[in-house]
C-alpha cells in the first residue's frame, strides 16, 4: 500500500473536474491499494470505514445464503466507486465484496475523510456530489435490470 | 416482390437449441433458393396451416438459411418444434441490412440484448471472416441469465477470430464469474473509442434506447449508431401498411435504421 | 388545366346517347360498373345498361349525414361520392392469395390465379380518379409491378364524370384534385342541363377511348358548348363548402405529436373505423392464414384492415397504439403527412366521405385548422374550432 499523490488521483473518472486544492486534501486521506483475485474487501454486516475508487481489476458485490454459493449483486470496475455504507448511520456494510481478479484502486479513509469534509465544505459537497450521482446511476442501472427486458413478452418463468 | 409471393419451401437441416426457449434453424431450399441475403435482413417464416411470422436472419450471407426463433407464440411455438426434415415455408429476404462493412478501418462494435444477438450474428461473423477490414471488433452482451445466452458456444471462437467479447447478464446464478449488470455499463469497460465506432444495437426497444443514449453520452454520433427496430408486420412488402413507424415502413426502411433517424421516432409514445 | 383531346376537339353528346356508350363499353369486352340507386343511397354496382344510372337523383351532405334526394333536372350524374369508392373493386375487401395442401414430404403451394374480369368504370369523378392514381403508387408500381392490384388495374376502362355542382362536404378544390379531372381517364363526360336540353361534352383521353366514342352518335362539339362545359366546372370550384387549410401539411403532422388537440378530437372519435373503409385511398390489408379441419389444406386470404383496430399494432403481447388518441393520430398524420414520406403525395383527395361518414362528424379540414392554431400560432388547444356534438 503506497500513499497517493494528489496528480494520480486527480486522473479518476470519479474525481473529475475537482478543484486541485481539493483533491490534494483527499490524497492526504487516500492508500493506493492492489488486491489480488479472491480478496474479501468486506462482509455483510461488519463495520464501513472506507471506500475505494478503482482503478482496473473487478469486483463482485454479494449476499450471502445459506446452503448456496453467495450470489452476486453486481459487479463493478475501472472508474467505478465501491461503498456508500460509510456515509451514512448504522455504517454497516450491506452487502459483501471480493476482488474477483486482480484489482488496483484507491482506497479513502471513511473517518479522516469525514473529518476533511466538515473542515473544508466544498469538499465535501463536491464529494457528496459525486457519490449521489454514483448512486443513482447505479439505482437506474438496478431499475433497468428489475425491468426484467429480455424476459419473453407477457412475462415468464426465471431461466 | 409483392404479398401474393408464394413461400418458397425450405427444409430443416438441422436444427439446435439455443435456450429453453429459443432455437436455430438451419435450413436448406427445396426448390430455388430466395434471393442473396444480407446480416440485418429478415424473413417471414410460414409454419404450415399456423401462419407467418418475421424473423431476422441470424446467419452471414451464403447458401444456407439460418434463423434463431424465440418460442413466444402460435406459430414461433410451431417453428420451434420443427424437426429435422421438416418443411417451412420461406418469404424474403427483406428491409435494410447492418452494413458492417461501414465500419472499414475503424472499430466495429455491436451491443446485443438478449436474442438481440441473433440479428446481430451473421454481422459479426461476416466481419470476423474479413478481420484485417476492421480494427477493433468489439462485442458487447447482455443477457437475463447465464442459461438464457444465445450462442454461449461460440464466444471462445469469436475471441479467438479478433474480437473483444464482454458479457454481462442482469442476475447471476451460481457459478458465474462474469459481470453482473446492464448491458449499458459495459460501455466503459470496453474502452470504446466514440470518434472510431461504429455501433450495431439490437434488443428490447428499451434496450436500444438507453444504449443509444449511453452511447451518445460517450460521446459517439447519433449516425454512427444503428438500431434495429420492429413492429406489428404482415405482408413484409410495404403493401399492408401495419410497419409503419412514422413516415418509416420498417419492412423496406428498417429493420436496420441509423440512430439518428429512429430517435426523434422512438421519443414519441405510441407513434 | 384544360382537358386534353387524343383528336381532335372535345364532342358533343346527348343524354340518350348514355346507352350506346354502355352497350359499346359491352361489346369491347367490359363489365360496366357505375352509380346507381340502392337502399337508399347511390352505390357502386354493375349496370345492366345506362338506364341504371341514378337519373334524377342527388344527395344531401352533411358531417355525419348522407340522404339521397330528388332533383329536378333529371341529371345522371348529379351527386357526389358516395359510401363506397372504386377501391373494392381494384383492392377487395377480402381476397385469396393462395392455397397449399400437405404433401407426404411437406406442402404444396398454388397461386389463386382466376384471371380479374375486364372493368369499365362509368362515373368516376375528378377525386377518385386522383385516388385511384394514388392507389396506383402505393400498390401498383415498383416492387408491386406484376402484383395482384397491377393486373387488376391495367385492363380497367375509366369514364371520369368532371363536377360541375360540389356536394357540401367536398374540398376537392383545395387538395389540388378537381373539379376538373387530371389525365388517366379514357373518356371524360361533362354533364350539361338546362333549357330544356341534356347534354355531355365529351374529352378523349386515350386511344382506347377513342375507339369506344367513334361507335356512339356525337358531333364535335362547338366553342359555346366547349365554354359552357369548361364554366361550370370552372364555377363549381368557387363553390365548395369547405377546404383544407393551405400549407405544408406534411411539417404540419410532423410537428404535431404532443399537440393537446389529439386528446379533443379522441373524445370524440369512436375509433369505428368508417374512415379508412370509406377512404378511397386507405389501403391497408391484413393476412389471415387458415386450415381446415384436417389440417391438410391451408389457405391465405388478405382483408382490408384498419389503423383504429386495436389489433393493428399488435407488438409482444400488447398494442403499440392502444389509446384512441394515437390510432386517430396515426390516420390523420399518415393521410396528411408521412403519405409524402412514403409515397410521394398527399393521401388525402378532398372527397368528404370521411366526414360524411364519421358517426359523430369528425370534419378532418377542421382539426387540420385546429392543429394549425395550436401548433403553428400558439392557440389554446380546445378553443379552435370544433364539430358540434350531434
Known amino acids: ?79 467505478d466507486v465501491i461503498g456508500f455504507s460509510w456515509l451514512s448511520p448504522p455504517h454497516e456494510w450491506q452487502f459483501g465484496a471480493t476482488a474477483v481478479e486482480p484489482t488496483r484502486a484507491f482506497e479513502l479513509d471513511g473517518p479522516a475523510v469525514q473529518a476533511l469534509c466538515d473542515e473544508h465544505p466544498r469538499l465535501g459537497y463536491q464529494l457528496a456530489m459525486r457519490m449521489l450521482a454514483a448512486a443513482v446511476s447505479r439505482l437506474q442501472a438496478t431499475r433497468i435490470r428489475l425491468l426484467d427486458l429480455y424476459a419473453p413478452p407477457g412475462g415468464g418463468a426465471a431461466g | 416482390m409483392t404479398a401474393a409471393t408464394l413461400p418458397a419451401r425450405y427444409r430443416v437441416a438441422s436444427r439446435a437449441a439455443e435456450t429453453h426457449d429459443t432455437v436455430t434453424l438451419v435450413l436448406e431450399p427445396v426448390d430455388q433458393p430466395i434471393g442473396p441475403h444480407l446480416p440485418g435482413q429478415f424473413t417471414m417464416l410460414y409454419a404450415f396451416g399456423i401462419g407467418e411470422v418475421p424473423i431476422s436472419i441470424s446467419g452471414p450471407a451464403g447458401p444456407g438459411l439460418v434463423q434463431t426463433i424465440r418460442s413466444v407464440g402460435a406459430v414461433t411455438r410451431g417453428l420451434c418444434e420443427a424437426g429435422a426434415g421438416q418443411v417451412i415455408g420461406v418469404r424474403g429476404p427483406y428491409g435494410t441490412g447492418w452494413g458492417e462493412a461501414d465500419a472499414a478501418g475503424r472499430d466495429l462494435v455491436v451491443v446485443a440484448g438478449g436474442i438481440g444477438l441473433a440479428p446481430l450474428r451473421g454481422a459479426l461473423l461476416a466481419a470476423l471472416a474479413a478481420r484485417e477490414r476492421y480494427r477493433r471488433i468489439v462485442v458487447l452482451i447482455g443477457a437475463r441469465s447465464p442459461d438464457e445466452l444465445v450462442f454461449a458456444g ?65 460521446g459517439v454520433p447519433p449516425g454512427n449508431i444503428r438500431v434495429s427496430l420492429e413492429r406489428n408486420m404482415r405482408c413484409g412488402v410495404a403493401e399492408c401498411g401495419h410497419c409503419q413507424l412514422g413516415p418509416l415502413l420498417l419492412c423496406r426502411d428498417g429493420p436496420v435504421v441509423s440512430y439518428a433517424r429512429a430517435a426523434p421516432l422512438l421519443s414519441v409514445q405510441e407513434l | ?80 361520392a358516395g359510401p363506397q369508392s372504386w377501391k373494392q373493386f381494384l383492392h377487395p375487401p377480402r381476397e385469396k392469395i393462395w392455397t397449399a395442401h400437405r404433401t407426404p414430404s411437406g406442402f404444396e403451394v398454388e397461386p389463386a390465379d382466376e384471371p380479374p374480369p375486364a372493368l369499365a368504370f362509368f362515373g368516376v369523378r375528378p377525386c377518385d380518379l386522383s385516388a385511384i392514381k394514388i392507389q396506383d403508387q402505393v400498390l401498383g408500381r415498383g416492387q408491386h409491378a406484376g402484383s395482384p392490384y397491377a393486373v387488376r388495374r391495367s385492363g380497367v376502362f375509366i369514364v371520369a364524370v368532371n363536377c360541375t355542382e360540389p356536394g357540401e362536404t367536398c374540398f376537392c378544390a383545395s387538395m389540388g384534385t378537381g373539379p376538373e379531372s387530371g389525365p388517366g381517364y379514357d373518356l371524360a363526360l361533362t354533364e350539361m342541363t338546362g333549357g330544356g336540353a341534356h347534354q355531355f361534352l365529351v374529352d378523349v383521353g386515350s386511344p382506347a377511348g377513342a375507339d369506344v366514342i367513334a361507335a356512339v352518335p356525337t358531333t364535335p362539339a362547338g366553342e359555346t358548348a366547349a365554354h359552357r362545359a369548361r364554366s361550370a366546372v370552372a364555377g363549381a370550384a368557387d363553390r365548395m363548402g369547405r ?62 384492415d384498419s389503423c383504429f383496430d386495436l389489433d393493428f399494432s399488435h407488438l409482444h403481447g400488447g398494442a403499440v397504439r392502444s389509446s384512441p388518441r394515437s390510432r386517430y393520430r396515426q390516420w390523420l398524420t399518415h393521410k396528411l403527412g408521412t403519405w409524402h414520406d412514403q409515397f410521394g403525395s398527399s393521401g388525402c383527395v378532398g372527397c368528404g366521405r370521411c366526414i360524411v361518414w364519421c358517426p359523430v362528424g369528425i370534419d378532418l379540414t377542421e382539426e387540420v385548422a385546429a392543429l394549425q392554431d395550436e401548433v403553428l400560432h400558439g392557440g389554446t388547444p380546445g378553443a379552435g374550432p370544433r364539430s358540434e356534438e350531434s
Not at chain 1, 488521483?9 to 473529475?16: E, I, K, Q, V
Not at chain 2, 464469474?177 to 461504429?198: M, Y
Not at chain 3, 388537440?261 to 373505423?273: E, F, K, P
Request: glycine share 12%; proline share 5%.
Open chain 1, 1 to 79: 500500500m503506497n500513499a497517493v499523490a494528489a496528480s494520480l488521483l486527480s486522473g479518476h473518472a470519479f474525481l473529475r473536474g475537482m478543484h486541485p486544492s481539493d483533491v490534494a486534501l483527499l490524497a492526504d486521506a487516500t492508500l493506493a491499494v492492489e488486491l489480488p483475485a479472491g480478496h474479501r474487501l468486506f462482509d455483510e454486516g461488519a463495520p464501513a470505514a472506507n471506500c475505494w475508487l478503482l482503478t482496473a481489476g473487478q469486483v463482485a458485490l454479494d449476499l450471502p445464503v445459506p446452503g448456496r454459493p453467495s450470489l452476486i449483486v453486481e459487479t463493478l470496475g475501472s472508474g
Open chain 2, 154 to 218: 461460440e464466444l471462445q471462437a469469436w475471441r479467438a477470430g479478433g474480437a473483444d467479447v464482454l458479457v454481462t447478464v442482469d442476475r447471476a446464478t451460481a457459478g458465474w464469474a462474469g459481470h453482473v449488470g446492464v448491458v449499458t455499463q459495459l460501455i466503459g469497460r470496453a474502452q470504446l473509442d466514440p470518434a472510431a465506432a461504429l455501433v450495431l444495437v439490437c434488443g428490447p426497444e428499451v434496450m436500444m434506447r438507453l444504449t443509444a443514449r449511453a452511447l451518445c453520452e460517450h
Open chain 3, 1 to 80: 388545366m384544360q382537358n386534353a383531346t387524343a383528336a381532335g376537339g372535345p364532342l358533343l353528346m346527348e343524354a340518350a346517347a348514355l346507352g350506346p356508350l354502355h352497350a359499346a363499353l359491352r361489346r369491347a369486352g367490359y363489365r360496366v360498373i357505375g352509380p346507381t340507386v340502392r337502399d337508399g343511397a347511390i352505390v357502386l354496382g354493375e349496370l345492366a345498361s345506362a338506364d341504371d344510372l341514378p337519373f334524377g337523383w342527388g344527395v344531401s351532405l352533411e358531417p355525419g349525414g348522407y340522404r339521397i334526394r330528388r332533383r329536378d333536372d333529371g341529371a345522371a350524374f348529379g351527386h357526389s
Open chain 3, 243 to 304: 377546404s383544407m387549410p393551405a400549407g405544408i401539411l406534411h411539417d404540419l403532422m410532423a410537428a404535431s405529436g404532443d399537440a393537446a388537440r389529439w386528446d379533443d378530437v379522441a373524445a370524440r372519435c369512436l375509433t369505428c373505423g368508417n374512415c379508412t373503409m370509406a377512404c378511397p385511398t386507405c389501403f391497408c390489408t391484413t393476412v389471415q392464414d387458415t386450415t381446415d379441419l384436417s389440417g391438410d389444406h391451408a389457405e391465405r386470404w388478405q382483408l382490408w
